[in-house]
Every structure is written in C-alpha cells, then in structure tokens.
C-alpha cells in the first residue's frame, strides 16, 4: 500500500534502482511495482541483446543493433550504459530526464555497472537497492525454469553472479529474495520511506508556512 499517494504536499521525483544477478528476481519486483504504483515510469532500456519469446519490443526493452548501440553512446544520448553477459545496454537519456523534469518517479531495472554511473550523475535522487537471491541453487533452478536461455547462457550467468553479488556494498538497501511477496512488501516499504524524506518534499516549506500562518491566527483570535 502506497501511503503517501494522497499528500497535499509537492515532491521531488526519485530514481529508484533495482538491481541484482541474473533470475534473482528484480524484474518480476520491477513488473509488479509498476503494476501497483502508477506514479513510477519504467525507464525502458536500449539493448543489444536478442528478444527472448516473452519479450515485447519498447515494453520490457529497445531491442537494436550493435551500430545502433554506437551512435546512441557516441552522441551522448545515453545515461547510462554497460556490457553484460556480452551484450550493450544503457538508459536513453530523453525519456528520463524529461520524466525527472515532469516530477513522476523513474525505476531503473538495470545491473550494477549502469547503477554505479547513475550514482555518480544523480546521487541525490538516486534510490538503490540490490535483491539477493536465497542460494545459489535457487538461482541456478529460477534460471532453468525460466527456459529462455541456452544452457551456455545459463552457465555464463552463473559465472558472473558472484561478480554480481560482490556488489551488494554499494547499494542503500539489500533484500533477499527467498519469498516474492516478502521481498516485494520490502521494496515497497522502502519506496514509501524515500518519499517521505524530507530533502524530497519541497512543499514542505510552504506547507509549515501556512501551518504557523494559521497557528499565529488562531493564537491571536
């Protein structure tokens, strides 16, 4: 339950990362996020990679080509952007900064290198958090049942897990996801208490002004 969605008073937008190794987790949290709170905008990425079946184009991804990939980066039309498992992606720079300028929150379903530059731009808007996975047997049987990948694939994203995992330390939050609607309850306590930090909440100068206004009124009447 989004606590804060009825609030009089004027907020600034945060960015909010989530990342994690590859079948912990963080895109179904994503997806759910977004199917929950409809003030989140998905920052859709630009990849390289090739669509899996249960992928829709501009929806869960960009999907282009290496010299497409290219242009973008060298034009400095990307946020943010790195290789992973042996593929490009990176953030339009557009979309997301005219969502910030729209004051709407953006969720940034990205891995660790492209959160770490997204740190360095905007740390003060930045909200990260990193989803663990319970064992790395579960992640091993999350990534197999999920069949969209070849079993080199699966192997290489278990190699680079423990890459992965070895960054948990530069991310605000940690949850460890061995219940999906635990981990997910988490997430969205933590993104109600961001909201609510002072520094995000411009309107509270104005909001206590009238308070004491009223409160000199009421003391003088």
């Known amino acids: ?25 963080k895109s179904t949290i994503a997806r759910n996020l977004l199917d929950l709170d409809h003030r989140f ?41 790195a290789e992973v498992h042996g593929n490009l992606y990176g953030t339009p720079r557009d979309a997301a900064e005219k969502a910030m300028r729209e004051g709407r929150d953006m969720l940034f379903d990205i891995d660790w290198q492209g959160a770490r530059q997204l740190q360095e731009q905007a740390k003060s808007d930045i909200v990260s958090i990193f989803i663990l996975p319970p064992s790395i047997a579960e992640l091993k049987s999350r990534l197999m049942r999920r069949a969209e990948d070849s079993n080199d694939t699966i192997a290489m994203r278990l190699r680079n897990a ?8 530069d991310y605000e939050y940690v949850v460890v996801n061995d219940d999906l609607d635990r981990a997910f309850t988490s997430v969205l306590s933590i993104v109600n208490a961001e909201r609510l930090r002072r520094d995000r909440r411009p309107g509270l100068f104005d909001f206590t002004a009238q308070l004491l206004d009223e409160a000199r009124e009421a003391a003088e009447g």
């Open 162 to 169: 423990s890459v992965e995992i070895e960054r948990w330390r």
């Open 41 to 81: 905008s998905l920052s859709v990425s630009v990849t390289t990679r090739k669509r899996r079946p249960s992928e829709i184009e501009g929806v869960h991804y960009h999907f282009i080509t290496v010299d497409e990939f290219e242009r973008l980066r060298s034009g400095d039309a990307l946020l943010e952007w």
């Open 1 to 25: 339950m989004d606590i804060e969605s009825s609030s009089p008073i004027a907020r600034r937008g945060l960015m909010l990362v989530i990342s994690s190794p590859s079948g912990a987790g």
